[in-house]
């Protein structure tokens, strides 16, 4: 069974910094891609950043020169650094992952919810 755990949501002001840590456990295969996306109410969910297994990133534009994605495929850890936050990025924010070889299944957190105040 995989499992991924977010860690690092909170309340932060408007300008201010956060650190968004996703461990993924369990029964492995090989980790491919891993992202974060992210969930405001009301909306859909939509995606924040990706990473792939090699490293090369990707970023929605609202976010990109403020977010920085990175990995550690020692830990299984995929990390997202968010500076300058708005108030336009409070949602609830999901790690996803994608798992395996010849067969791969996504795997998603439970969430973490980030609050900005203006």
């Known amino acids: 069974q995989v499992q991924l755990v977010e860690s690092g949501g909170g309340l932060v002001q408007a300008g201010g910094s956060l650190r968004l840590s996703c461990v993924v456990s369990?029964?492995?295969?090989?980790?491919?891609?891993m992202g974060w996306y992210r969930q405001a109410p009301g909306k859909q969910r939509e995606l924040v950043a990706t990473?792939?297994?090699?490293?090369?990133?990707n970023y929605a534009d609202s976010v990109k020169g403020r977010f920085t994605i990175s990995r550690d495929n020692a830990k299984k850890t995929v990390y997202l650094q968010m500076n300058t936050l708005k108030a336009e990025d409070t949602a609830v924010y999901y790690c996803n992952a994608d798992v395996g070889a010849v067969i791969r299944n996504s795997y998603w957190g439970q969430g973490t919810q980030v609050t900005v105040s203006s």
């Open positions: 990473i792939t297994g090699s490293g090369i990133t």
């Open positions: 369990g029964s492995l295969g090989r980790i491919n891609a």
